[in-house]
């Protein structure tokens, strides 16, 4: 079964290719999604890889905390995203 990881504090420079390769170390990665702003194009510094579960458990253990780029990774298993409620423009 996959798991769905949340990567957050990710430099900005990060690629697809680098994420997938510090994950693949802890086991095969499914795939990689670094999330960029809708307007302007840019990196927002977190993204999401799925991972088989045991390995995907390894992954965070072993990640959590650690340096990539010169910043301080949080990797925690991807919670389901909140709906949002609309607000009235008036």
Known sequence: MLKTIYVGNLPFTATD???R???????TVHSVKLVTDRDTGRPRGFGF???E???AT???TALNGSQF???SLRVNEAREREQ?????RF
């Open 49 to 51: 890889v799925e991972m």
């Open 84 to 88: 949002r409620t609309r607000r009235s």
């Open 17 to 19: 290719d680098e994420v």
């Open 53 to 55: 579960g045991s390995a």
């Open 21 to 27: 390769g510090l994950f693949s170390k802890h086991g």
């Open 58 to 60: 390894a992954a965070i």
């Open 69 to 71: 780029g010169g910043r």
